[in-house]
């Protein structure tokens, strides 16, 4: 280093000296600044032969994070001298004993909390990483302090970020926004939680942020204009009033500009609240309650209130200590502003957090309305339930975790592997709840069974005795629980349809005189190529097998066939073919697509899949739809180079599956002739309507009708049943 740089540094080193004292919120006595003195002389010292990867003296850190701590967050001499010194125990020759001999067992402790924080091992998983992290800054027991510093140290390391490689700037920003972010804001540093916010998007996603950047510039002018058109209205009210105050716009954060875009599904210009207005305004203590609701009337005197958006944080002040009334009202050009009113005080706390909450209560000279903030801070922190539900609805806590957290209506909070459904969550509840789950809500809308849960949804469960399980459900639940009650449910209304089946059975044989018993049984089942006995109950109790089917039963024992049959029960065939057979009756049809739907297909001769395999569809430009094993030595490149022309495909048994049909109906129009469809397709229980459309043009009735159903006969005989009524003419499938 040339003697001229090493010149300049001493001088800016007083210069940064004297800033320091110069900016620090709380007014500092003879002996507070004894102490910031020494620590910066030992820092000084310490760290004078390191340089950061920008090539600037490192000991410019400990100085900038010391100026946040005093200004931007407002704390004590004994903090400022450990931000001074937080890197000295880890990089340089001094000991935490030699700390603690020189400034004290507080300094020290605060030392070593922040060297502690430092040193936990970076090379483990990364979400393991993050959630210990976390799980260690709430735990910190040593002095709160810690963890204020902590956030101070980040901030400024996301300032100073440009010089690194992008790969650590990644993973850097993605810590801040998962766990300082959030502590800033569990904290009240408003102003620091934006800043970090703001970076952490800026090197997670610099194309966006640069875009909402450039944007906001562009609108500037545009948007100063119409903040000084709105105050200018106010102005004259105001002063009427004889209130001492100032108008400030100020524009919204571009994370939460970002936020809204994401969570809206808008883009930037249809975001409307881009900014605040907020009005500013002097009192006494006593009268401050009083002048925010003058000026909240002074306000909707002008413009209208959107009655659904007024926060009123002065009656009961957030848990973080902000204090203020948000109102949004219709501005110039029918364009929503929201105005956020404060005192001075108040304003000062939603800048600094509690430090200006306890400045205020306790005058500057007493330091205890520092204890007591610092104390409360450690509660705040440490009550889990706070901590855990603040952190989740304001930040979708588990960024990177493999589980996510939702609430019960009532709050209540659950654990969910990430990925879990609405299903999931109803059987996370109760098994009966999920058993008798009939629709689920998210955060208040109507959402399917099968949506995708996020950490902080609110999750309720409409339930009804009649709703049960379906084999479609199993491709909504994602959790072994879910899956698992699903499957014992299905067995049990098979196990009850096969009894009902036999009955049926029993009854529908002895009209063609033929006994139910155990050889008929063993005919039965081979005639229709099933396996058990139950699979041919259930059958006839869904009605796949009919009256007709059990006709020509009938007709073929008296026939030459008799023989074969008699061989086929002695002679069970060789394993390998009863394994196909069992593979192929259990998988009899491929489908497509989240619908199921059921599409022309050519198995693909490179992996030629089998029935029950895990497949997936390729549309190929002139072979139609290939169908290839998940495992297939092409599978990979054609996902890859192809992922746009990929199809989800699966084997399913045709007989669990439920169908879609549409059935066209037309006929006479006549009152109450609608009441009467929809009456005989809801009568039957085994038939499930999923839309209606009906049309009357000049006494002629049009309908369309979606069911689902699950086996052809039953959809034709509800076609039968509709034929019936008085003034149907026509029914078709389509």
């Given at each position: 280093m040339t003697e001229a740089v090493l010149e300049a540094e001493k001088k800016q080193l007083a210069k940064e000296y004297k800033e320091l004292l110069r900016i620090s919120y709380r007014t500092l006595s003879e002996e507070d600044k004894k102490l910031i003195r020494s620590a910066f002389d030992v820092a000084v010292d310490a760290h004078k032969d390191q340089r950061r990867k920008s090539g600037e003296a490192y000991i410019f850190h400990p100085i900038a994070v010391a100026k946040i701590v005093a200004s931007e967050i407002g704390l004590d001499a004994t903090s400022i001298a450990a931000a001074l010194l937080h890197d000295v125990v880890e990089d340089t020759e001094y000991s935490l004993a030699d700390l603690e001999q020189m400034f004290g067992e507080t300094v020290a402790r605060i030392v070593d909390g922040l060297t502690k924080i430092s040193n936990m091992p970076y090379d483990k998983d990364v979400s393991l990483q993050a959630e210990n992290f976390r799980k260690m800054l709430l735990t910190l027991n040593e002095d709160i302090r810690v963890i204020i510093i902590k956030i101070a140290d980040r901030l400024h390391n996301m300032q100073t970020m440009e010089s690194m490689p992008p790969h650590k700037q990644v993973k850097i920003a993605s810590e801040t926004l998962y766990i300082y972010a959030p502590l800033a804001h569990r904290i009240g540093l408003y102003n620091v939680k934006t800043e970090l916010e703001d970076l952490g998007l800026k090197y997670t996603e610099p194309e966006v942020y640069e875009d909402i950047h450039s944007k906001i510039k562009e609108s500037k002018e545009q948007q100063d204009a119409y903040i000084e058109e709105f105050s200018n209205i106010l102005k004259n009210s105001l002063n009427a009033e004889g209130l001492e105050y100032e108008i400030k716009g100020r524009p919204k954060s571009i994370y939460s500009i970002r936020r809204k875009m994401v969570k809206q599904n808008v883009a930037f210009d249809e975001v409307y609240d881009k900014f605040a207005v907020r009005i500013i305004y002097k009192s006494k203590p006593e009268n401050e309650k009083f002048f925010a609701w003058k000026i909240y009337s002074i306000v909707t005197d002008h413009f209208r209130p959107n009655p659904t958006r007024l926060r009123d944080w002065i009656s009961s002040p957030k848990s973080t200590g902000y204090e203020a009334l948000h109102i949004t009202v219709m501005g110039p050009k029918g364009r929503w502003v929201e105005v956020q009113i404060r005192s001075q005080r108040m304003n000062e706390i939603a800048e600094k957090g509690y430090a200006a909450h306890y400045k205020y209560k306790n005058n500057e000279q007493d330091d205890g309305g520092l204890d007591q903030w610092l104390s409360k801070l450690q509660e705040t922190l440490?009550?889990?339930?706070?901590?855990?539900?603040?952190?989740?609805?304001?930040?979708?806590?588990?960024?990177?975790?493999?589980?996510?957290?939702?609430?019960?209506?009532?709050?209540?909070?659950?654990?969910?592997?990430?990925?879990?459904?609405?299903?999931?969550?109803?059987?996370?509840?109760?098994?009966?709840?999920?058993?008798?789950?009939?629709?689920?809500?998210?955060?208040?809308?109507?959402?399917?069974?099968?949506?995708?849960?996020?950490?902080?949804?609110?999750?309720?469960?409409?339930?009804?005795?009649?709703?049960?399980?379906?084999?479609?459900?199993?491709?909504?639940?994602?959790?072994?629980?879910?899956?698992?009650?699903?499957?014992?449910?299905?067995?049990?209304?098979?196990?009850?349809?096969?009894?009902?089946?036999?009955?049926?059975?029993?009854?529908?044989?002895?009209?063609?005189?033929?006994?139910?018993?155990?050889?008929?049984?063993?005919?039965?089942?081979?005639?229709?190529?099933?396996?058990?006995?139950?699979?041919?109950?259930?059958?006839?109790?869904?009605?796949?097998?009919?009256?007709?089917?059990?006709?020509?039963?009938?007709?073929?024992?008296?026939?030459?066939?008799?023989?074969?049959?008699?061989?086929?029960?002695?002679?069970?065939?060789?394993?390998?073919?009863?394994?196909?057979?069992?593979?192929?009756?259990?998988?009899?049809?491929?489908?497509?697509?989240?619908?199921?739907?059921?599409?022309?297909?050519?198995?693909?001769?490179?992996?030629?899949?089998?029935?029950?395999?895990?497949?997936?569809?390729?549309?190929?430009?002139?072979?139609?739809?290939?169908?290839?094993?998940?495992?297939?030595?092409?599978?990979?490149?054609?996902?890859?180079?192809?992922?746009?022309?990929?199809?989800?495909?699966?084997?399913?048994?045709?007989?669990q599956r439920d169908f879609k049909s549409e059935l066209i109906i037309t006929g006479i129009d006549a009152v109450g002739l609608v009441n009467e469809v929809t009456k005989v397709i809801s009568n039957n229980l085994h038939i499930d309507m999923k839309s209606v459309h009906f049309d009357s043009n000049d006494g002629v009735f049009n309908g369309k009708i979606t069911v689902v159903v699950n086996n052809k006969n039953t959809l034709n005989n509800l076609v039968e049943r509709i034929k019936k009524i008085n003034g149907i003419d026509k029914v078709t499938r389509v």
């Amino acid at each position: 280093m040339t003697e001229a740089v090493l010149e300049a540094e001493k001088k800016q080193l007083a210069k940064e000296y004297k800033e320091l004292l110069r900016i620090s919120y709380r007014t500092l006595s003879e002996e507070d600044k004894k102490l910031i003195r020494s620590a910066f002389d030992v820092a000084v010292d310490a760290h004078k032969d390191q340089r950061r990867k920008s090539g600037e003296a490192y000991i410019f850190h400990p100085i900038a994070v010391a100026k946040i701590v005093a200004s931007e967050i407002g704390l004590d001499a004994t903090s400022i001298a450990a931000a001074l010194l937080h890197d000295v125990v880890e990089d340089t020759e001094y000991s935490l004993a030699d700390l603690e001999q020189m400034f004290g067992e507080t300094v020290a402790r605060i030392v070593d909390g922040l060297t502690k924080i430092s040193n936990m091992p970076y090379d483990k998983d990364v979400s393991l990483q993050a959630e210990n992290f976390r799980k260690m800054l709430l735990t910190l027991n040593e002095d709160i302090r810690v963890i204020i510093i902590k956030i101070a140290d980040r901030l400024h390391n996301m300032q100073t970020m440009e010089s690194m490689p992008p790969h650590k700037q990644v993973k850097i920003a993605s810590e801040t926004l998962y766990i300082y972010a959030p502590l800033a804001h569990r904290i009240g540093l408003y102003n620091v939680k934006t800043e970090l916010e703001d970076l952490g998007l800026k090197y997670t996603e610099p194309e966006v942020y640069e875009d909402i950047h450039s944007k906001i510039k562009e609108s500037k002018e545009q948007q100063d204009a119409y903040i000084e058109e709105f105050s200018n209205i106010l102005k004259n009210s105001l002063n009427a009033e004889g209130l001492e105050y100032e108008i400030k716009g100020r524009p919204k954060s571009i994370y939460s500009i970002r936020r809204k875009m994401v969570k809206q599904n808008v883009a930037f210009d249809e975001v409307y609240d881009k900014f605040a207005v907020r009005i500013i305004y002097k009192s006494k203590p006593e009268n401050e309650k009083f002048f925010a609701w003058k000026i909240y009337s002074i306000v909707t005197d002008h413009f209208r209130p959107n009655p659904t958006r007024l926060r009123d944080w002065i009656s009961s002040p957030k848990s973080t200590g902000y204090e203020a009334l948000h109102i949004t009202v219709m501005g110039p050009k029918g364009r929503w502003v929201e105005v956020q009113i404060r005192s001075q005080r108040m304003n000062e706390i939603a800048e600094k957090g509690y430090a200006a909450h306890y400045k205020y209560k306790n005058n500057e000279q007493d330091d205890g309305g520092l204890d007591q903030w610092l104390s409360k801070l450690q509660e705040t922190l440490e009550n889990s339930e706070i901590s855990a539900i603040d952190f989740v609805e304001e930040f979708k806590l588990n960024l990177y975790a493999k589980e996510i957290f939702v609430f019960s209506p009532k709050g209540d909070l659950f654990s969910l592997a990430k990925g879990a459904t609405a299903l999931d969550f109803a059987f996370a509840v109760h098994t009966e709840v999920g058993l008798h789950t009939r629709g689920t809500k998210v955060n208040g809308k109507l959402v399917p069974l099968s949506h995708e849960l996020s950490s902080g949804d609110q999750v309720e469960i409409i339930t009804s005795e009649k709703s049960k399980p379906t084999a479609n459900w199993l491709n909504y639940a994602t959790t072994g629980k879910a899956r698992s009650k699903i499957k014992s449910s299905l067995k049990e209304e098979r196990k009850r349809i096969a009894a009902d089946g036999k009955e049926i059975l029993k009854r529908k044989l002895r009209s063609l005189k033929i006994e139910l018993n155990e050889k008929t049984v063993n005919q039965l089942v081979s005639f229709f190529k099933l396996k058990t006995s139950l699979d041919l109950f259930y059958r006839v109790g869904a009605g796949i097998i009919d009256n007709q089917k059990l006709k020509d039963f009938a007709a073929s024992r008296s026939n030459a066939l008799v023989s074969f049959f008699k061989n086929r029960i002695r002679k069970p065939a060789n394993k390998e073919e009863v394994d196909k057979e069992e593979i192929t009756e259990k998988y009899d049809q491929l489908v497509f697509g989240k619908e199921e739907e059921r599409l022309d297909y050519n198995m693909a001769n490179c992996c030629n899949p089998i029935p029950g395999d895990d497949v997936f569809g390729f549309v190929t430009v002139n072979d139609g739809i290939k169908v290839h094993k998940k495992n297939c030595p092409n599978a990979l490149q054609l996902q890859s180079n192809y992922s746009y022309r990929i199809m989800p495909a699966q084997w399913i048994d045709s007989t669990q599956r439920d169908f879609k049909s549409e059935l066209i109906i037309t006929g006479i129009d006549a009152v109450g002739l609608v009441n009467e469809v929809t009456k005989v397709i809801s009568n039957n229980l085994h038939i499930d309507m999923k839309s209606v459309h009906f049309d009357s043009n000049d006494g002629v009735f049009n309908g369309k009708i979606t069911v689902v159903v699950n086996n052809k006969n039953t959809l034709n005989n509800l076609v039968e049943r509709i034929k019936k009524i008085n003034g149907i003419d026509k029914v078709t499938r389509v």
